[in-house]
């Protein structure tokens, strides 16, 4: 039996489902070692490579549960996993382990399902995008039940905080908060969009935002309007002119799916220099309108057409506007979007589970990447 003060190291095999049209399940096998959790100013693969799984299982809360089991937490808890998405709050999971002497709670936080994606889209005008800082809000509230539920005292416990894509953004701000409240905290993120405009964000102690310059998600909200993340990035792109061969054959041998991500930056650049061109400032997000056939568009109306076909509520009159955008302002966003889609799927379902800014946005070429990029820059496993 491990007692107060043993430290534990140990190999866990974790399981997480795959974004195919199967339902397969696939497996990671992790290094769980109680040391890596005494210095949060220092970055550590291995946690990375676990955090990657526990964010890439959050959508399914039954292969979250068990893989926390796995990994040593008890009493894991749920909140806001209905099927009634509300764009103001996000699925999180909490649960809590020993390590030595401390307690440490774990908040892994979901990706964005249902009409959480307008959410995604609502940048507001304070110092944090609103739409994920309301969402933080909502964890941090959890989180205190949490601890009370439990006895934990907040002063006395040590949080691993980390989730992927909206997760990802909802992960860096709950995690700032934390830290700012003088918490040991070790946050984790994959493929956050930008949450800030906080001048001092780069000296967040603890917080890695692990991204991909393949990935659009990861520039947005635009820099050019002073938006960044709390912490500090770590880039895996381990060449500077295109995808890995590794990480594309690893996507294909998880998936079943040739990997028809973008190879280079260059579209991604153009897809930035377009939107800042539309929208050089938030004020002209929410206010500049471009003619779109016999309608006009503010790019945040635009990106809410796109929300109504992400979670799956759009109509014909969408379709129709959507196709329209193609002989507007909007042609090269439009464009962006589109590419690697099949376009009868999208306009007959409303897919766009499959296209170039999907492929590179998805959990498995983190997890690829991830490895590329530990074996690559021959980064230390600590």
Same mark, same amino acid.
Request: proline fraction near 2%; charged fraction near 25%.
């Given at each position: 039996?491990?007692?107060?003060? $043993?430290? %534990? *190291? !140990?190999? +866990? ?5 795959? =974004? /195919? &049209?199967?339902?397969? $399940?696939? %497996? *990671? !096998?992790? +290094? ?5 959790? =005494? /210095? &949060?100013?220092?970055?550590?693969? %291995? ?336």
């Amino acid at each position: 039996m491990l007692t107060a003060c $043993t430290q %534990e *190291r !140990t190999e +866990v095999t974790l399981r997480y489902p795959v =974004s /195919d &049209t199967r339902g397969t $399940t696939a %497996e *990671r !096998t992790v +290094v769980w070692d109680d040391s890596r959790f =005494s /210095d &949060t100013g220092r970055f550590s693969p %291995e946690i990375a490579r676990m955090c990657a799984v526990m964010c890439s299982c959050a959508g399914d809360s039954d292969i979250a549960q068990t893989n926390f089991g796995a990994l040593g937490f008890e009493k894991t808890a749920k909140f806001s996993y209905g099927k009634d998405y509300n764009g103001d709050k996000v699925g999180v999971l909490i649960a809590k382990r020993r390590v030595g002497t401390d307690t440490l709670v774990a908040v892994v936080i979901r990706g964005t399902q249902g009409r959480e994606w307008y959410s995604n889209f609502d940048v507001g005008n304070g110092i944090e995008h609103r739409g994920f800082s309301l969402s933080a809000d909502f964890v941090l509230e959890r989180l205190q039940l949490y601890l009370v539920d439990y006895g934990i005292r907040e002063d006395e416990a040590k949080y691993l905080i980390t989730g992927y894509s909206r997760g990802g953004a909802v992960a860096n701000l709950v995690a700032q908060r934390l830290s700012a409240g003088g918490r040991p905290v070790f946050g984790y993120t994959f493929a956050s969009p930008n949450t800030t405009t906080a001048d001092s964000a780069d000296s967040c102690r603890g917080i890695y935002n692990i991204v991909r310059d393949e990935d659009i998600f990861t520039y947005v909200p635009l820099s050019a309007w002073g938006y960044r993340r709390y912490g500090t990035d770590v880039v895996l792109s381990v060449t500077a002119s295109s995808t890995p061969d590794s990480v594309k054959a690893a996507f294909r041998d998880i998936t079943g799916d040739e990997y028809v991500g973008f190879d280079d930056t260059a579209p991604i650049r153009g897809f930035l220099q377009t939107a800042q061109e539309l929208a050089p400032s938030v004020e002209a997000y929410y206010n500049f309108a471009y003619p779109v056939g016999d309608s006009e568009l503010t790019l945040y109306e635009y990106m809410n057409i796109a929300a109504r076909f992400l979670s799956g509520e759009e109509d014909e009159t969408d379709a129709d506007l959507l196709m329209s955008t193609l002989g507007s302002d909007y042609a090269e966003l439009t464009g962006f979007f589109m590419s690697g889609v099949d376009v009868e799927e999208l306009l007959f379902s409303g897919d766009f589970s499959r296209s170039s800014v999907a492929d590179s946005h998805a959990y498995v070429s983190y997890l690829a990447a991830l490895d590329e990029f530990i074996e690559s820059s021959r980064t230390d496993v600590y």
